[in-house]
Nanobody, 117 residues
Framework: QVQLVESGGGLVQAGGSLRLSCAASGSIFSIISMGWYRQAPGKQRELVAAITSGGSPNYADFAKGRFTISRDSAKNTVLLQMNSLKPEDTAVYYC???????????WGQGTQVTVSS
């Protein structure tokens, strides 16, 4: 069993910044990939960024140049630095990590990000 807890969401004006954090606890068997998804009202959940066990990042096109994903040396926390935020970034942001083989991944409870014009 793995639990993911997100924090750092809030309300900011367009052009501002937020730093999201995801802390993992429970049965972590190995160094695994972690990522962030987001879901806005009326839209499907979409990948924001992911980071491999080796620390290599990947980003959705809308996140490139604005968002940065990273993890600490203990590999139990993943961060998402979001700069130059736009109103269209408003969504619930979810942390995710792979589940057992053949099973659904683990999801955090989500943290709300709201960007005003």
């Amino acid at each position: 069993q793995v639990q993911l807890v997100e924090s750092g969401g809030g309300l900011v004006q367009a052009g501002g910044s937020l730093r999201l954090s995801c802390a993992a606890s429970g049965s972590i068997f190995s160094i695994i990939s972690m990522g962030w998804y987001r879901q806005a009202p009326g839209k499907q959940r979409e990948l924001v960024a992911a980071i491999t066990s080796g620390g290599s990042p990947n980003y959705a096109d809308f996140a490139k140049g604005r968002f940065t994903i990273s993890r600490d040396s203990a590999k139990n926390t993943v961060l998402l630095q979001m700069n130059s935020l736009k109103p269209e970034d408003t969504a619930v942001y979810y942390c995710v990590t792979p589940g057992p083989p053949g099973k659904e991944p683990y999801w955090g409870q989500g943290t709300q990000v709201t960007v005003s014009s």
